[in-house]
C-alpha cells in the first residue's frame, strides 16, 4: 500500500459525459501528479500539482482539467469524453520539490463507450 | 516524442533464467528510476540511480547507470514466477522538466514455473 488513494477504482461512462477523478495523497505529500496509461501511448504524465499551485504541464488535452484542494487532495476532471479517452489515470504523490520518489495510487480505470 | 526506448518490449522466459531489460535515451538525465506495476496496479519504485556509472543492487535485481546518464539497464539473476510483471523505466531532467518524469515504453517479463 503506497498510502495514495483513488477514486473510483472503475468508471464507465458514456461519449460526451464529464467524470471527476480523485486522490488523495500520501500524508504530508505536497505534490500530486496525474498520468494517463494507455495501451498504445504507455504513461503519460498530464499535470503536477504542488501545494495547491499548478507546477507543471505534460500532454493534458484542453477537454482535461485538475486542481488541487487546501487539504492537498486534487481532482481530474475530463469532459467531453471521447473512446480514446479510455485509460488507467494514475495520481501519484512526492513529499517536496527535490529528487524524491512518486508514490503511485492503484489507479483509476476509466471506460468509455 | 519517446525520450526512453526499452528491448526488449516482451520477454518471455523460465523461472531460474537471467535476463537484461535496456532503457536507452539520446538525452541526458539527472536521475532515472526503475519502477514494476502489476495487473490492476500502480507502478512501484524500485531503485534511483543519480550518479553516472552507479551500479545498486536488490536482492537479484542489478541496476546501472550509463556512465553518460544516457541509459541504464536492469539485470535480474534467476527470474522467479514473482518477478512477472511489468518494468518501467523513468528519467527526469532539465529538459523534461524536473519533477517530471518521462517514462519508457515498458518491458512486459513474464517467468514461467
Known amino acids: 500500500d503506497s498510502g495514495v488513494t483513488q477514486t473510483p477504482k472503475h468508471l464507465i461512462t458514456a461519449t460526451g459525459q464529464r467524470v471527476t477523478l480523485r486522490c488523495s495523497p500520501r500524508?504530508?505529500?505536497?505534490?500530486v501528479y496525474w498520468y494517463q496509461q494507455s495501451l498504445d501511448q504507455g504513461l503519460q504524465f498530464l499535470i503536477q500539482y504542488y501545494n495547491g499551485e499548478e507546477r507543471a504541464k505534460g500532454n493534458i488535452l484542453e477537454r482535461f482539467s485538475a486542481q488541487q484542494f487546501p487539504d492537498l487532495h486534487s481532482e481530474l476532471n475530463l469532459s467531453s469524453l471521447e473512446l480514446g479517452d479510455s485509460a488507467l489515470y494514475f495520481c501519484?504523490?512526492?513529499?517536496?520539490?527535490?529528487?524524491?520518489?512518486?508514490?503511485f495510487g492503484p489507479g483509476t480505470r476509466l471506460t468509455v463507450l | 516524442t519517446q525520450l526512453l526506448e526499452q528491448s526488449p518490449q516482451f520477454l518471455s522466459i523460465q523461472e531460474g533464467e537471467n535476463l537484461t531489460v535496456y532503457c536507452n535515451s539520446s538525452s541526458v538525465f539527472s536521475s532515472l528510476q526503475w519502477y514494476r506495476q502489476e495487473p490492476g496496479e500502480g507502478p512501484v519504485l524500485l531503485v534511483t540511480?543519480?550518479?553516472?556509472?552507479e551500479v545498486k543492487k536488490l536482492k537479484r535485481l542489478t541496476f546501472q547507470f550509463g556512465d553518460a546518464r544516457k541509459d541504464s539497464s536492469l539485470h535480474i539473476t534467476a527470474a522467479q514466477p514473482g518477478d512477472t510483471g511489468l518494468y518501467l523505466c523513468?528519467?527526469?531532467?532539465?529538459?523534461?522538466?524536473?519533477?517530471?518524469?518521462?517514462f519508457g515504453t515498458g518491458t512486459r517479463l513474464l517467468v514461467s514455473p
Open positions: 501519484a504523490s512526492r513529499g517536496g520539490l527535490a529528487v524524491d520518489t512518486q508514490y
Open positions: 500524508s504530508g505529500d505536497l505534490s
Open positions: 523513468a528519467g527526469e531532467s532539465a529538459y523534461t522538466g524536473f519533477q517530471k518524469l518521462v
Open positions: 540511480v543519480v550518479t553516472g556509472g
